[in-house]
């Protein structure tokens, strides 16, 4: 028990040094903090309308409907394919028009309707990361 | 006779390397850092900076290297804040005030030395006795660097990787960079610097799974001192270099175009 508390501990002190002295902090998102505003996290749901499987960030669009019944197609932005395809996802076959999804990601700074999306979780609950977390514009 | 020495050698190496024997760093070693044919350290392989590991693998596998670097008693690498002089420091605190908008790779700009090393893509090294290529999935960008002793060309230009010489010292490969232009970050966002910059990459391969890299980038025209940054790059196994041809859809030109015509929507608020 104490080797396990003090190895748990020794991650803690060494993860923490590295947050502390770490400056090569990364960013895979173009200006993410110039862009879009880490302090509006969205998570949306709606109905996939199609899909831009494009470099330097893949971008699918959705329909949302809000309170009042109005739809709006919203755009989401996240991973390059080749990032992607290392999260898990598979062109044409992850992502789908028709299929209902939940998207969690954070709003941008001008554009209306656009999101940086992070997670995507689908009809069966699974999930996949779509793009990196919100940056501080440190990075 | 023969067969029995050998068999011998066999059993005793077997022994040493499953008793854990320390190494010259105390560390226990499941698996030796390979040698190339003319007896260097080999750095071949599919690699990945610890750093990015959170991007491309997520949390868990960040945590378990970086559990890993404790059990093998490597040394948590450390980098210094950049010892920028005051001139550069506000030039560095101006492109961090706008939040990174000016960022060169949002242009899909190449990546210069050494933030390419630190990306969330993988590299891979490819060596051979008189040289040691570099291929990053960041920008495609390559590096075909000479370990035969020779110099810099003397007709390099300014460019975003620099001209790369190596030698080995011992088991690390030091890699002498110069000849930059001024369009590139060193690691950070605004981490500035001038034509006068001269890196020195030290690459250890300390275990089978890991490189050591140490750097130190060197510029008068910026720094007080030397700035000095360190990182683990870990090897990836059944990974390959993908294709990320940066321009094709970049909405971000248009989007900056459009932020930088208003400061305050992208600007830190000022105090």
Request: proline letters at 8%.
């Amino acid at each position: 028990m104490r080797t396990l508390s003090c190895s748990v501990c020794r991650s803690g002190i060494t993860l923490l040094l590295g947050l502390l002295l770490g400056t090569v902090a990364l960013s895979a998102h173009h200006s993410f903090a110039a862009q879009y505003d880490a302090d509006k996290p969205v998570t949306m749901t709606g109905t996939v309308v199609r899909i831009e499987w494009t470099n330097p960030h893949f971008h699918f669009y959705v329909n949302v409907k809000d309170d009042k019944g109005a739809v709006t197609e919203w755009a989401f932005e996240g991973y390059p394919p080749n990032m992607l395809v290392r999260q898990g996802w598979k062109k044409d076959v992850s992502l789908k028009p028709g299929m209902t999804v939940t998207v969690q990601g954070w709003r941008a700074r001008v554009e209306p309707h656009l999101i940086a999306a992070r997670e995507v979780t689908f009809a069966d609950g699974s999930k996949l990361t779509a793009g990196p977390p919100a940056g501080t514009g440190g990075q | 006779m023969k067969t029995h020495v050998a068999a011998w050698m066999a059993i005793a190496i077997a022994v040493l390397s499953l008793s854990g024997a320390p190494s010259a760093q105390g560390t226990t070693k499941a698996k030796p850092a390979p040698r190339a044919a003319n007896g260097k350290p080999d750095l071949s392989g599919i690699w990945i900076a610890t750093g990015a590991l959170r991007l491309m693998a997520g949390e868990a596998e960040l945590a378990a290297a970086r559990k890993s670097d404790i059990d093998e008693g490597r040394p948590t690498p450390r980098t210094e804040p950049p010892p920028y002089k005051p001139e550069a420091e506000k030039q560095r605190q101006y492109y961090l005030d706008r939040r990174g908008i000016d960022d060169p790779m949002a242009r899909c700009l190449i990546s210069g030395v050494p933030r390419i090393s630190f990306r969330p893509l993988p590299f891979q090294i490819f060596q051979m006795p008189d040289q040691v290529v570099f291929l990053y999935e960041t920008h495609h960008a390559f590096r075909v660097i000479p370990t035969d002793g020779r110099p810099h060309p003397e007709d390099v230009e300014p460019s975003y990787l620099g001209d790369s010489v190596a030698r080995w010292d011992g088991d690390t490969l030091v890699v002498d960079v110069t000849a930059f232009n001024t369009k590139t970050w060193l690691i950070g966002v605004g981490t500035v610097h001038s034509e006068k910059l001269r890196v020195t990459e030290r690459y250890t391969r300390d275990s089978y799974n890991t490189i050591r890299y140490q750097v130190t980038m060197d510029d008068p025209e910026v720094f007080t001192k030397p700035w000095k940054a360190e990182e683990i790059f870990r090897l990836r196994p059944g990974e390959r270099i993908r294709e990320y041809e940066c321009i094709e859809n970049n909405e971000d030109l248009l989007r900056i175009e459009k932020l930088l015509q208003n400061e305050s929507v992208f600007k830190r608020p000022s105090n």
